[in-house]
């Protein structure tokens, strides 16, 4: 099984970043991805109400490569 290694940011409200880290950590649990690091939230700049995550994330899938369609 290859490894595919992605940095991720992920940026959004504080409870929607709170659920995609839930995703990320569900997929880790069942064998589909392992988590290298996660930064702790950074708030943005300014006013903002967003935060951002940063991610180093192996994606433990092996896809058929006729599967894989091309962006």
Same mark, same amino acid.
């Given at each position: 099984?290859?490894?595919?290694?992605?940095?991720?940011?992920?940026?959004?409200?504080?409870? *929607?970043?709170?659920? #995609?880290? #839930?995703?990320?950590?569900?997929?880790?649990?069942?064998?589909?991805?392992?988590?290298?690091?996660?930064?702790?939230?950074?708030?943005?700049?300014?006013?903002?109400?967003?935060?951002?995550?940063?991610?180093?994330? *192996?994606?433990?899938?092996?896809?058929?490569? *006729?599967?894989?369609?091309?962006?």
């Amino acid at each position: 099984m290859a490894n595919h290694r992605i940095k991720m940011r992920l940026m959004g409200t504080a409870e *929607d970043l709170e659920r #995609w880290l #839930w995703f990320v950590q569900k997929m880790q649990e069942r064998g589909l991805a392992t988590i290298i690091e996660k930064s702790s939230p950074y708030k943005n700049r300014g006013e903002s109400l967003q935060h951002r995550v940063y991610l180093e994330v *192996d994606l433990l899938l092996d896809a058929p490569e *006729d599967e894989i369609k091309p962006l």
